[in-house]
């Protein structure tokens, strides 16, 4: 009889994945610029600061960072997933509808105004960006509606316009900004896994797991949605809210992976699409998959950002463009056949 | 249809609310403040940048210092120090590697954010906000207190305000020289009133040539340039490349406006950066560089640098 | 029992415009319907209202009773299935995959199939005898077995009523018989009510058991196949001469042009009266 995905059996892929997210996270927390034995880490931190410097790396450090660069990477592959099956286009990217435009107008403006309050347990940046990249994509939607029923074209239209003129506020302001100022943004624009306090990202998880689990409510909706309008109604999928709901939450997740480690790159665009490759386009499977794939990579990104130059820290954005491109690249002529578009 | 997303309105603000308030329960929980505890004496500091590096020094405290930032270049010794990362993004796990008692550093973002995760393990963290010179003079003080050393702290500053003092005497009631500060020379960047350096400046015996404007370093262009009268120019050198290289290049940019007063008496400068880009102990020997390129005739008379 | 009931149905695009004018027939359950017409008569318009895309400007229509606007999308897609022109989906979903989509309706949560949803899967699949390229793409296959894919989508939503717009329009004879016979056969066989827009007014003469002709003026005709499908009728909505002829009690309508070769046919009677 013909194969179809059953729940069993993405349960198991899906906790094969997980394992492997564990497993990578592990090793990724014992390596760093400094030497630390696991030993000692297990042996509890002491009695004050400066005691047991390997615990305090591994459980300070280390691990918020690799607990942060997993929530971000599947916060952002799973937006790929959905902004693609959105748009009906294997190329979009989370942030294409307005969001990297808001958030670097929420980040910039938080930080020529000289704004310091601290409030959400994020820099004021951070939440600027929050909400600029929320309120865009309210924007565009906003617009998209307006002139179109929220169809597909539509939606596109209003993302280009908002990130033109959006863009062009934000070149305004660049150029007012002092040099350090702008310094601070362009680096916090390009990407950074750092670390931060438990609440933070007990929150974030909360918020983005929470995000991804609604949206694996209507990725079954989301396969039919990509067939087309007028086919999609004929299967009994509310269109305009289907894509209502993901967008939002789409949006939602992608904020917050936004506001914990600026813009990262090219995450939400390769993974959704080698899973793909891999894995097909049923979205009940590459939903949670590519979650976990995205969480693996911007893991190991991050922990090559750190380690690969000593001292010098890159940037995990620089890691992920660079690693990403070349992996796609293998990933397309081995599975090429299966792609349809491209013949 | 419409009451379904006046719901989802509802549910996302009250879900945003809610993270907010826990939030800010939590905050209050965790340890706001760096308290500067005198209790005990601190043996491994460890400093994020140049100019704390150097009052570090300066408070005779170069036993106790275990590592400082990457760009930490004075003096000579300085460098010699164990490296934890750039001014800009300094590595938590070398400074924790480090086994510092006393963590030292700026208060803008990066470090912020450093000095938050260290805070959250229990380290004694010293944020300083140094932009002005009089936010420099109470940085010193904080310095001298938090690593016992109060009474170095205020002998330097005694020095730093004294031979300030002798410099205004040595300029007397001179006559305000117009300058113009280059940041940057394409696009054209200069220092505004608003900055710093143009405290050095008037400390100097100096005027800025641009009056006030919105923003710090602002770009002008070829009409405030005709306008300003500069009398001098001074450009801090950048970069690595020679000074000399530099000047001559400066020179041949500015032959352009050759109206200028400055222009016309070849009273165009290339300096060394430190002394006047780091607010720092030198502060002084930056102002009397200024001083020099501003009235070379008042310094070309006394035989002795006043230092 | 009429399952589709449209009473006065009026609709245009524009305001001022009115393809459909006041448009008014039944579908007793179980009947195969065929809409013919040409170009621009609304015969899509037609099938896009009675689906629920498009709402009527004036009029009513009724689907099992009940009037249309009253349905959910997810109602309504369990009372009609539409399919239209084969296409190749943006995403390589395989036969099984994109058949598995009709159960969208009766899902669950998680929206993962039952044994129920696998069953009615499996016999669209057999039925339409595209079980064996299930696990291929669409992209793989040929337009005919395409086609048939996404009647066997229709078939897999389990509905009382099916809606296609010209099943047949790219394909070879062989699958255009196929294709009007497997319809039959859910007609017969399973009670369906089949609603075909097609071009082909001999295979809707062939398969269909009443017919609706619209012209393009906002005229139409409805009633028995044999009836509507008269010469004059066709003659005159189409506007086209033709032969009509039969063979025992099938009737087939030929149009000829300008440089027909054998022009002494046109206007000729058939032999034996209807």
């Known amino acids: 009889m013909a194969e179809t995905l059953t729940s069993g059996k993405l349960t198991i892929r899906v906790v094969i994945c997980l394992a492997v997210l564990v497993v990578v996270m592990c090793l990724c927390a014992v390596v760093g610029t400094q030497e630390i034995s696991l030993k000692k880490v297990f042996a509890g931190p002491g009695q004050k600061p400066g005691e047991n410097i390997d615990y305090e790396i591994f459980v300070g450090v280390r691990l918020p960072r690799v607990i942060l660069a997993a929530l971000v990477g599947a916060a952002l592959a799973c937006s790929g997933v959905i902004l693609q099956a959105i748009l009906r286009n294997p190329l979009a990217d989370p942030y294409i509808l307005g969001i990297s435009s808001g958030a670097g107008l929420g980040a910039i403006t938080a930080v020529i105004f000289g704004i310091t309050w601290n409030f959400w347990g994020g820099s004021p940046m951070a939440v600027f960006a929050f909400a600029g990249a929320l309120g865009t994509v309210w924007l565009v939607w906003f617009i998209g509606r307006f002139t179109g029923k929220s169809q597909v074209t539509s939606l596109l239209l209003a993302g280009v316009v908002i990130n033109a003129f959006l863009s062009a506020v934000i070149m305004f302001l660049t150029s007012i900004a002092k040099s350090d100022q702008l310094r601070l943004t362009i680096y916090w624009l390009m990407g950074n896994i750092t670390e931060k306090s438990l609440s933070v990202l007990g929150v974030s998880a909360a918020c983005i797991l929470a995000g991804i689990f609604a949206l694996f409510c209507i990725s079954h909706r989301l396969n039919v949605l990509t067939l087309g309008e007028e086919e999609a109604k004929g299967l009994g999928v509310d269109t305009t809210k289907t894509r209502a709901a993901a967008f939002g939450l789409a949006a939602f997740i992608t904020a917050v992976a936004v506001k914990l480690s600026g813009l990262v790159g090219f995450v939400g665009l390769i993974i959704p699409h080698g899973v793909r490759l891999i894995f097909g386009p049923d979205h009940r499977q590459l939903l949670p998959v590519s979650g976990i794939i995205g969480g693996i990579f911007l893991v190991i990104a991050d922990t090559l950002a750190r380690t690969v130059f000593g001292q010098e820290q890159l940037p995990v954005g620089v890691i992920t463009a660079i690693a990403g491109g070349p992996f796609f690249l293998f990933l397309l002529a081995k599975y090429s056949r299966k792609v349809s578009w491209l013949k | 249809m419409k009451k379904e997303w006046y719901a989802i309105a509802l549910i996302w603000l009250g879900v945003i609310l809610f993270i907010g308030v826990i939030q800010l329960i939590s905050n209050h929980r965790e340890p706001s403040q760096s308290v500067v505890d005198i209790s005990n004496k601190p043996n491994r500091i460890v400093s994020l940048a140049p100019n704390l590096t150097e009052i570090l020094f300066a408070l005779e405290l170069e036993e106790q210092i275990v590592a400082v930032s990457s760009d930490c270049d004075f003096p000579l010794k300085a460098a010699d120090k164990e490296k934890i990362g750039t001014f800009w993004k300094p590595n938590t796990e070398a400074i924790l590697a480090a086994k510092p008692d006393l963590v030292i550093t700026l208060w803008f973002e990066q470090q912020k954010a450093v000095a938050d995760s260290l805070k959250r393990l229990g380290y004694r963290i010293l944020t300083l906000k140094i932009e002005k010179i009089d936010e420099l003079l109470t940085a010193i003080q904080n310095i001298g207190t938090a690593t016992d050393r109060k009474a170095k702290a205020n002998q330097l500053l005694k020095n730093i305000n004294s031979q300030l003092n002798n410099l205004q005497l040595k300029l007397g009631s001179v006559n305000k020289v117009r300058v113009l500060w280059v940041v940057q020379a394409e696009p054209l960047r200069v220092a505004g009133r608003n900055t710093f350096i143009n405290e050095l400046i008037q400390l100097a015996g100096g005027e800025n040539a641009i009056g006030n404007t919105l923003q710090q370093y602002p770009p002008i262009g070829t009409e405030e340039i005709l306008v300003c009268g500069a009398e001098t120019i001074i450009q801090s050198a950048m970069g690595k490349s020679d000074i000399a290289e530099q000047q001559k290049a400066a020179e041949k940019f500015w032959s352009k406006w050759e109206h200028l007063p400055a222009v016309k008496n070849k009273r165009i400068y290339v300096v060394e950066p430190d002394t006047v880009t780091r607010l720092g102990p030198r502060l002084c020997q930056g102002v009397e560089l200024i001083a020099r390129c501003l009235h070379p005739d008042i310094f070309a008379q006394k035989q002795n640098t006043a230092q | ?274």
């Open chain 3, 1 to 274: 029992m009429s399952i589709i009931k449209v009473e006065n149905l009026s609709f245009g695009y524009r305001s001022k415009e009115e393809i459909l004018k006041e448009i008014s027939f039944e579908v007793t359950s179980g009947t195969f319907l065929a809409i013919a017409g040409p170009n621009g008569a609304g015969k899509t318009t037609l099938l896009n209202l009675l689906c629920g895309l498009l709402s009527a400007k004036a009029g009513s229509i009724n689907i099992d009773t009940t009037p249309i606007e009253t349905y959910s999308v997810k109602e309504l897609a369990q009372k009609i299935a539409v399919v239209r022109q084969e296409f190749i989906p943006v995403f390589d979903f395989t036969v099984v995959q994109v058949v598995s989509m009709a159960r969208t309706p009766y899902l669950g949560t998680f929206g993962f199939e039952s044994q129920t949803d696998k069953k009615f899967i499996n016999e669209a699949l057999e039925m339409t005898d595209t079980a064996r390229f299930s696990s291929r793409p669409l992209a793989e296959l040929s337009g005919g077995e395409r086609q048939r894919v996404f009647i066997a989508r229709a078939l897999a939503q389990n509905t009382p009523i099916l809606l296609l717009d010209e099943p047949t329009a790219f394909l070879d004879l062989k699958h255009q018989v196929d294709i009007y016979d497997l319809l039959k056969t859910m007609q017969q066989e399973k009670g369906k009510t089949i609603v075909a827009v097609t071009h082909d007014i001999n295979l809707g003469a062939q398969y269909a058991d009443v017919a609706l002709l619209l012209g393009a003026d906002s005229s139409y005709q409805h009633g028995y196949a044999a009836e509507v499908f008269s010469a004059e009728q066709i003659e005159r909505v189409f506007g086209v001469r033709g032969f009509t002829g039969r063979i025992d009690r099938e009737k087939f309508f030929i149009p000829l042009g300008k440089f027909a070769k054998d022009s002494s046919q046109i206007g000729r009677k058939p032999d034996s009266s209807a």
